[in-house]
């Protein structure tokens, strides 16, 4: 829905839930509308670019009993699901640190043109790393308590000032652990989305360490006392999906991805950004 028509939408169609999927730095505001509206509200990441927004989103959403839903499609992976499964049971001890890659292609002539178009992207940084602030503490079991660093910056695409294609950041958990990662644009665009090191994850702890991508079919763990690396499969079923867990949201269920949830996310990224853009 776009914002030209989004009045005329609320107006007119008779719906409880409106889906935002704007050019990024325009969601806050059509989500706050929406919000003022009695409508639920879904997007897809980043929810919005501006942390004033995100705060009043948050108290509209309170003040109304209203529910926020974000596509953060990293909560169907199997494997990801499967390290979950391993780190609730142990198998690694303390979490101590984690490593994740998230190069994706740019594909700059499929790209809509507003993502380089100044003031309408807002940050690679909360763009592709809405995922991992997500998916890393429902892994963990553990929330973020630190930023600690990230850059953002040109590196291979200069025909547009405005757009920084590399970007890494880094930041602690409340159990202690250390987390480093890459969310840049630098993937080569003719593999698209299947070289190795898109959503790649490592995690270390006392006890060994695990090692899969997002839509592997094992999960490699190297845990201490064995000689060998183990291929643990994963899990048989599908996890619940951001759009199941925003539907039970609505219906009063209560889900690991809520409107609390998807909001403490939201904040994370855009605190990450701020780092990068030397606002902390």
Not at 24 to 30: L, P
Not at 38 to 44: F, N, Q
Not at 110 to 130: A, C, L
Not at 246 to 252: N, P, S, T, V
Request: glycine share 8%; aromatic share 8%.
């Amino acid at each position: 829905i776009t914002h030209e028509r989004f009045a005329d939408v609320l107006e007119n169609v008779p719906c409880d839930v409106i889906a935002i999927g704007d050019y990024y730095a325009k969601r806050g505001s059509i989500a706050m509308q929406a919000l003022k509206a009695g409508r639920h509200v879904i997007a897809d990441k980043p929810l919005c670019t501006d942390l004033g927004e995100l705060d009043e989103i948050r108290s509209l959403a309170k003040a109304r009993g209203l529910c926020v839903g974000c596509m953060l499609d990293l909560r169907s992976s199997r494997a990801l699901a499967a390290v979950r499964r391993l780190v609730a049971e142990g198998r690694l001890g303390k979490i101590t640190q984690i490593l994740f890659t998230a190069q994706h292609p740019l594909n700059r002539d499929t790209r809509p043109s507003w993502y380089f178009e100044p003031g309408k992207h807002g940050g690679t940084v909360n763009d592709i790393g809405s995922h991992a602030v997500d998916i890393i503490p429902w892994i963990a079991g553990s929330s973020i308590a630190k930023i600690t660093a990230a850059r953002e910056w040109q590196a291979f695409d200069v025909r547009s000032d405005s757009f920084c294609d590399a970007a890494q950041v880094m930041f602690e958990l409340d159990n202690g652990a250390g987390v480093m990662g890459d969310v840049s644009y630098s993937a080569p665009s003719t593999f698209g989305y299947t070289h190795p090191s898109y959503w790649r994850f490592t995690f270390w702890g006392t006890l060994g360490m695990l090692e899969c991508n997002v839509g592997s079919q094992t999960v490699a763990a190297y845990f201490d006392g064995e000689k060998e690396p183990l291929q643990i499969s994963v899990d048989s079923e599908n996890p619940k999906s951001y759009l199941d867990a925003f539907l039970d949201d609505l219906r009063g269920i209560p889900t690991e991805l809520d409107t609390d949830c998807v909001l403490a996310s939201a904040r994370d990224a855009l605190l990450l950004q701020q780092a990068a853009w030397g606002k902390r």
